[in-house]
């Protein structure tokens, strides 16, 4: 009877571990995707303006990206120079991604990018920041650039799909026009 007793108490011991270990992990993982997107925040909400991206130098690439997944991605002011340096910088993002809402472009999540060819040169592994792996394109593609490397955040607009996935079914295209989107100053 003791040593039934003694058994019992050593596995529900060991269950209130394994119990412990995955809801520790499960925090660590919510905590890394909150502090990426805490990260972006607070280094990007400068561009809540895009006329201070347009003078940091983000410009207006290939309009409002929509396709037949759910949502859109939204409309990309892009870094040329930052997507052509081979790095990642959790501060620096390649690309701010914006929305028009009652004719006004609202900031809502940021991508980096990096050339897969950079980045392979002289990584084994794919591109991963703050734990979040990156999603990778092949070449030829609707963007007209060599394959690469991307991760979006959509750090500003909630994503019921998950804050690091392309599309966001939040997201839309309906009220783009190419000469709002050129001319727009409104944070």
């Known amino acids: 009877m003791k040593n039934k007793r003694l058994l019992f108490i050593g596995l529900v011991a060991l269950s209130l571990f394994a119990l412990t270990s995955v809801a520790l992990a499960q925090t660590q993982k919510l905590e890394s995707g909150s502090t990426l997107v805490a990260t972006v925040r607070q280094a990007a909400d400068r561009f809540k303006d895009v006329e201070a991206a347009k ?37 620096s993002p390649e690309a701010l991604i914006y929305e028009i809402k009652n004719g006004r472009l609202q900031l809502v999540g940021v991508e980096y990018v990096v050339i897969a060819e950079a ?11 703050m734990g979040q792996v990156f999603h990778y394109v092949s070449a030829p593609n609707r963007y007209r650039i060599p394959a690469f490397y991307e991760l979006h955040v959509w750090a500003w607009k909630q994503n019921p ?15 783009y026009t190419s000469d709002t989107a050129a001319h727009d100053s409104h944070p």
């Not at 980045?119 to 920041?129: H, K, M, T």
């Open 55 to 91: 003078s940091a130098g983000y410009g207006l690439f290939h309009g409002c990206v929509s396709g037949s997944q759910e949502g859109a991605m939204g409309i990309h002011f892009v870094n040329g120079d930052l997507v052509g340096d081979g790095a990642i910088d959790a501060l």
């Open 119 to 129: 980045w392979d040169a002289s990584n084994e592994a794919p591109p991963s920041l």
């Open 161 to 175: 799909n998950g804050m690091f996935t392309d599309w966001n079914p939040k997201v839309s295209c309906e009220e």
